[in-house]
């Protein structure tokens, strides 16, 4: 153990004895105060043990002064608070007619700073408010030794909030395993290899070391004992690491979803390669943006709920540049499929000028509410957060919605019928020039869901659109042109092996991993996942 590691123990064995032998005090008692004053380090951190040992709420000033570097030294023997205009005597709470001219400042190093910080975290265990017992208990917990554990098992037995228990049981634990009972550091081992924290692993870690030829713990079982459970940790973090990889990819794939299903119907139905489809993305996430000012600035007590306020705006917002689009330039195209691609990538040049003559060049801020902020702690290393949970719920609404308008409404029956059989389907009466407008349209709003959607977990700016717009025709192409469920399973696919392999590539191999996977899926199924079912399809 080097010298360091063995002097803040010794402060903290120190502050512990402290908390539980001075209990009785009912004020600070004078040598205590003269001690933290003019005593060494070492007699000021004896000092900080005794007086936050006695629960005496007239000890926090004292320590707050301390702190604050108002607490001075009169001649080496009275302690005075100097706050800059008075003097006041540290114990009897007197002020001074006049300010000595005497006062020396308490010099402190980083062993009493860690004595102080442990002495108010003593005094916060017992408080109301969640944060600061919280805080406390992280305080304490660097403060793992033997001497402490009365003060953690009453803490414990007090408390009801499951996080600032576990860490309190963490740190009981640790105090455990230097305890002179074998059985006692086994259930401190066991303890700690259930909990799965990295931190345990690194408590249980300093069992195997070695002190020159000799083991620090000199009990083989309990040896074989901590690598058991190191081994157990190891284990159970591994399992949070993939876990969190696979999340992270479905997180990934739905949001590839969203951006590819308005293109899965538009290239689909009509076969238009629609290269402005990621600025329809961007006018999503700018209208969610317009909506969150709005709501901030009209009905500041709504802002929890702008997202779902915005979730219409953005559809309706891309649908109507969607059918514009359709109406004024695609319609006039079809049929030459390499001048719609032209046109299409002229229009999303125009979108992406007009937005940052309006918005300005630079990215915008789209907060979220409360709501969307934070995560769930699932695991010891795996957080999920709520933005990203939410986008994957809103992906299984959208596709759900997606599916009853195409197999249960009337619009869902031309467009089967129009992307199955146009000509067929224009001599039994179907208006096929209107279903393509409002398929356009559909698909337009869908991508104005995505942009919606985005706003939450990444920047707003003009460029936006143009990091998902290849990704989305892999997606459509892999998973079938116009099949729904090939377009879900392409992007969740492609979201979780694309995430996966960062884990062993890097991003930038991941990518072309993928680009080269697909690439030789097509060469071997070029109808996708999921082939056009039908008599026949337009050639």
């Given amino acids: 153990m080097t010298p360091i590691l063995a002097r803040i123990r010794t402060t903290c064995a120190a502050l512990a004895v402290g908390l539980f032998s001075v209990c009785a005090l009912a004020r600070p008692a004078p040598e205590l105060v003269l001690q933290l004053a003019t005593g060494d380090n070492d007699a000021k951190i004896t000092a900080l043990a005794a007086l936050a040992g006695s629960a005496d709420p007239e000890v926090l000033p004292l320590l707050e002064a301390l702190r604050d570097d108002t607490l001075k030294s009169l001649e080496g023997k009275r302690a005075i608070i100097y706050d800059g205009e008075t003097a006041t005597d540290a114990l009897t709470g007197e002020k001074l007619a006049t300010v000595p001219d005497e006062l020396e400042d308490v010099v402190s190093n980083n062993r009493v700073t860690q004595a102080l910080d442990a002495a108010f975290a003593a005094f916060n265990l017992g408080a109301d408010d969640r944060a600061t017992r919280l805080d406390a208990a992280r305080t304490l917990q660097e403060a793992a ?12 037995a007090n408390e009801k909030d499951a996080q600032i228990g576990g ?36 408590l249980l870690g300093s069992l195997l070391e070695k002190d020159g030829a000799n083991y620090r713990e000199a009990d083989e079982s309990v040896r074989v004992a901590a690598q058991q459970a190191i081994n157990s940790i190891n284990s159970h973090l591994k399992l949070g690491e993939a876990l969190g990889s696979a999340f992270t990819g ?8 969203l951006a590819a299903l308005g293109l899965a119907i538009t290239y689909g139905l009509m076969g238009v390669i629609n290269m402005a489809h990621g600025e329809l993305i961007m006018i999503g996430a700018y209208a969610t943006y317009m909506v969150q000012n709005l709501v901030q600035a009209h009905a500041p007590g709504l802002f929890a709920f702008y997202p779902l306020l915005a979730i219409p705006v953005a559809f309706c917002a891309s649908a109507l540049v ?34 940052r003559n309006v918005f300005g060049a630079q990215n915008v801020m789209v907060e979220n509410p409360a709501w969307l902020s934070g995560g769930v702690q699932a695991m010891s290393n795996l957080i999920l957060p709520y933005n990203r949970l939410a986008i994957v719920a809103f992906a299984i609404i959208v596709v759900i919605g997606m599916s009853l308008i195409l197999t249960r409404t009337r619009l869902g029956l031309f467009v089967r019928a129009v992307t199955q059989n146009r000509q067929m389907a224009g001599c039994v009466g179907v208006a096929t020039p209107r279903v393509d407008t409002l398929a356009f349209g559909l698909g337009s709003g869908i991508a104005g869901l995505a942009g919606c959607a985005l706003s939450q977990v990444g920047n707003v700016g003009p460029d936006l659109g143009q990091s998902y717009i290849i990704d989305s025709f892999m997606v459509v192409v892999l998973g079938g042109v116009g099949q729904l469920a090939g377009t879900v399973y392409a992007a969740l696919g492609l979201g979780i092996l694309n995430k996966l392999l960062e884990g062993f590539a890097g991003a930038v191999l991941a990518k072309i991993t993928v680009l080269v996977v697909i690439i030789v899926f097509i060469q071997k199924r070029p109808q996708g996942l999921f082939a056009v079912k039908g008599r026949f399809a337009d050639n």
């Fill in 145 to 156: 030794t033997p001497a402490i554990r009365p003060l953690l098992e009453k803490a414990l």
């Fill in 167 to 202: 860490i309190l049981r963490l740190t009981l634990a640790a105090t455990q395993l230097r305890d002179a009972d074998r059985a006692v550091r086994l259930s401190a081992i066991r303890m700690l290899g259930e909990s799965g924290e990295p931190n345990a692993r690194a």
């Fill in 250 to 257: 479905i997180s990934l794939g739905s949001i590839l979803l």
């Fill in 322 to 355: 969607g059918i514009l689009m359709e109406r004024l330039v695609i319609r006039h195209l079809y049929g030459r499929p390499l001048e719609t691609l032209l046109a299409t990538w002229g229009i999303s040049l125009v979108l992406i000028q007009l937005v």
